[in-house]
């Protein structure tokens, strides 16, 4: 088998059904696989699975077992040379896995590979490539130095491009591919953090190797960023002890580094708590792509489109954009989304088998599901 992809489930039900449907699509033509685990979700997580997918592996977890565990609990199940960690809250294009998994990208010192990210709003996600954490890129992440200049850049790389490929230190635990016999070879993500730091861990253990990791800009994933996890009080106590749990692990120990990084990301997840919202937008109009008249009971108006060409937006109202995914594909949406990505537009995906519309306005939103 050629790819396994594993998806670790927590209280995303419907986030997680539009996952599977882009990964299916997507696995098109692949020798692949689709390992759920479920973290003893209390949504109905689990039932929808076995109804609409009884036919892909389902582990139920009876407690929350935190991210690395869950992850390497799937992964000790797979059967594939290479392995994807693929957040639920993704939807992954038709092309991704057959581009990523081009022979030409695994070299000898291939590590990890990931791709563009972007929220549900089209725009990219920084975190797609980002160097070492150390005291100092840390330090100027926290106090917003790499908005300054490119010199203080080296958290989100940014001596890469979004659309430029090339090595990268970190990549992110919502979409990276690696050959399974690496991941184990490393020991996988390290139980002992529960969250947030793992991919950065797991990343640097790579790099440790002598490998190198990729960002590879020819294939994009949206990611419902916000839809993850809560910024509350918990979030920010265990963000907090995760990026104490990587310093102590790979940097030696000082009291000035210990006081300097407790400060930090204290700050830094206070940060995060503060930039989540869940943003209502007014919507003045909707333009839904369909080549079918669907019954969505929209509270306005909808004009309908059966091609994306036929798009104009010459006005300065504020436009839902809603795509049937039964008749466009999850590559023609993405694309669609990052080229017209902050024009008063937002954007939700109509999945016809559950009759739901998805989506979020950016990444900081928690997203929307709109039962019809």
């Known amino acids: 088998m050629q790819l396994s992809v594993i998806i670790l489930n927590y209280n995303v039900r419907y986030f997680l059904e539009q996952c599977v449907l882009s990964v299916q699509k997507a696995l098109d033509g692949i020798d692949g696989e689709i390992i759920v685990i479920d973290n003893a979700s209390s949504d109905d997580s689990c039932e929808m699975m076995k109804t609409k997918f009884p036919h892909i592996k389902l582990i139920e977890n009876k407690d929350n077992l935190g991210f690395p565990k869950g992850n390497n609990i799937g992964v000790a199940q797979a059967k594939g040379e290479y392995i994807c960690i693929l957040n639920p809250d993704t939807v992954v294009a038709e092309d991704t896995f057959s581009k990523i998994l081009n022979t030409k990208n695994w070299q000898l010192n291939t590590g990890i590979i990931g791709c563009i990210l972007i929220d549900g709003a089209g725009n990219f996600l920084p975190e797609s490539k980002?160097?070492?954490?150390?005291?100092?890129?840390?330090?100027?992440?926290?106090?917003?130095?790499?908005?300054?200049?490119?010199?203080?850049?080296?958290?989100?790389?940014?001596?890469?491009?979004?659309?430029?490929?090339?090595?990268?230190?970190?990549?992110?635990?919502?979409?990276?591919?690696?050959?399974?016999?690496?991941?184990?070879?490393?020991?996988?993500?390290?139980?002992?953090?529960?969250?947030?730091?793992?991919?950065?861990?797991?990343?640097?253990?790579?790099?440790?190797?002598?490998?190198?990791?990729?960002?590879?800009y020819e294939t994009s994933v949206i990611h419902y960023k916000g839809e993850s996890t809560v910024r509350d009080g918990t979030y920010m106590k265990r963000f907090r002890e995760a990026m104490q749990f990587f310093y102590k692990k790979h940097f030696k120990k000082s009291w000035f580094f210990d006081v300097m990084m407790q400060v930090g990301s204290f700050v830094f997840s206070?940060?995060?708590?503060?930039?989540?919202?869940?943003?209502?937008?007014?919507?003045?109009?909707?333009?839904?792509?369909?080549?079918?008249?669907?019954?969505?009971?929209?509270?306005?108006?909808?004009?309908?489109?059966?091609?994306?060409?036929?798009?104009?937006?010459?006005?300065?109202?504020?436009?839902?954009?809603?795509?049937?995914?039964?008749?466009?594909?999850?590559?023609?949406?993405?694309?669609?989304?990052?080229?017209?990505?902050?024009k008063n537009l937002s954007f939700k995906n109509y999945i016809s088998g559950s009759n739901y519309l998805i989506g979020s306005n950016n990444s900081n939103d928690r997203g929307q599901i709109i039962l019809l």
């Open 270 to 342: 206070l940060l995060k708590k503060n930039q989540q919202k869940n943003e209502h937008r007014i919507i003045d109009e909707y333009v839904v792509f369909s080549r079918e008249n669907l019954e969505l009971n929209l509270s306005k108006k909808a004009t309908y489109l059966s091609d994306f060409n036929q798009f104009e937006n010459k006005s300065h109202k504020n436009i839902e954009i809603i795509f049937d995914t039964t008749t466009f594909s999850f590559a023609e949406i993405i694309t669609f989304m990052q080229l017209n990505k902050g």
């Open 130 to 216: 980002r160097g070492v954490p150390t005291p100092w890129v840390a330090f100027t992440k926290i106090f917003g130095l790499y908005k300054i200049s490119n010199y203080f850049g080296k958290y989100y790389a940014q001596h890469l491009s979004e659309n430029e490929s090339g090595k990268v230190d970190i990549l992110v635990g919502a979409f990276m591919v690696m050959k399974r016999e690496l991941y184990l070879k490393v020991g996988g993500f390290d139980e002992n953090c529960f969250m947030y730091s793992d991919d950065i861990d797991l990343s640097y253990l790579v790099l440790k190797t002598g490998k190198s990791n990729y960002y590879f």
